[in-house]
């Protein structure tokens, strides 16, 4: 099954129209997703502006690279103390 993307302005707007009225299913059926899809971009991207939700993104993204970075600098370390624990 071909995966679509949709941007950041298109998910905004399909909440928007929820939060005026539009029922989920009608929306859902517009966009070509199941509600399931619909009820978790709005649960992480209700009531936020096209921006806000980039920007948000845009830190998740930075958060997980951070993540793996600080991951890969602890088991340098821990390999590099039982290098050094040894007697040569």
């Known amino acids: 099954m071909k995966r679509t993307r ?10 928007k129209q929820h939060d005026m ?3 989920v299913g009608d929306s859902a059926r517009k966009l070509g997703i199941a509600e399931q899809t619909f009820y ?25 690279k951070l993540k793996n970075l600080v991951a890969a600098l602890s088991l340098d370390k821990v390999m590099l103390q039982e290098i050094a624990a040894k007697k040569w």
Do not use: N
Not at 6 to 15: F, L
């Open 40 to 64: 978790r971009w709005k649960k992480q991207d209700g009531g936020l502006e096209a921006t806000e939700v980039r920007a948000r993104r845009q830190l998740r993204e930075e958060k997980t």
């Open 21 to 23: 009225g539009l029922p």
């Open 6 to 15: 949709y941007s950041v302005e298109q998910i905004v707007a399909a909440v």
